[in-house]
């Protein structure tokens, strides 16, 4: 048998996020998404044998990149308030530049596929995150609140600010940016 083509898989992945974007995940057909990436639908199947296959795949491709941009840069040295602020940065910026995906990831994580496989890999995923926002919480940096609160709070923040963002309500400038940032950070910290 011969591998995969990588650029084929790329195709499918890119058109499976446009197309979600574009109409949601509930009306995606393995059809629409062949001929979005410029494929016969039968090669779409020789690559994934299903929809719930396919959409499975590309949660746990799309997951594990979103999840290594969070960190990237991170120095355990430095202060938590520079730790939280870069891993906000990073988690925007991949936003702004992989909308489609953070759709489909979003809409992927509220679907009747999401499985109980994808919810352990995310776990293992976000687990040195957890860690990072437990550890903080224990010195007294962050609030003593369940931590998914202050997930979901540092998510919302960088999800409404790419929003604002890519409307054009918010310039995209560094003081601007600041100003989301100082909000976010205002909300959990101790």
């Known amino acids: 048998m011969k591998p995969k083509d990588e650029d084929k898989l790329r195709a ?36 994934f044998k299903s929809k719930e296959e396919l959409l499975t795949a590309l949660y746990e491709q ?9 960190m990237q840069g991170d120095n355990p040295q430095d202060p938590f308030k520079r730790r939280f602020q870069r891993m906000w940065t990073n988690w925007l910026n991949h936003r702004l530049s992989q909308y489609a995906q953070m759709v489909f990831l979003e809409q992927y994580y509220n679907s009747p596929w999401f499985s ?15 860690d990072l926002f437990n550890h ?6 962050l609030k ?16 409404e600010t790419a929003n604002l963002l890519r409307a054009g309500t918010l310039p995209h400038d560094d003081a601007h940016l600041a100003m989301a940032f100082g909000l976010c950070w205002d909300g959990i910290k101790a």
Not at 29 to 47: D, Q, S
Not at 136 to 141: D, R
């Open 12 to 47: 499918i992945a890119l058109a499976t996020f446009r197309l979600v974007e574009q109409t949601g995940l509930s009306g995606l057909t393995m059809a629409a998404i062949a001929r979005e990436a410029g494929l016969a639908t039968g090669t779409l199947y020789v690559y």
């Open 62 to 70: 799309a997951k594990t990149e979103t999840t290594a941009t969070l």
């Open 116 to 130: 109980e496989e994808s919810r352990n890999l995310s776990a293992r995923l976000v687990q040195a995150w957890l």
């Open 136 to 141: 903080a919480k224990q010195q007294q940096i």
């Open 144 to 159: 003593d609140v369940p931590t998914v609160l202050l997930l979901n709070s540092f998510g919302g923040s960088v999800r």
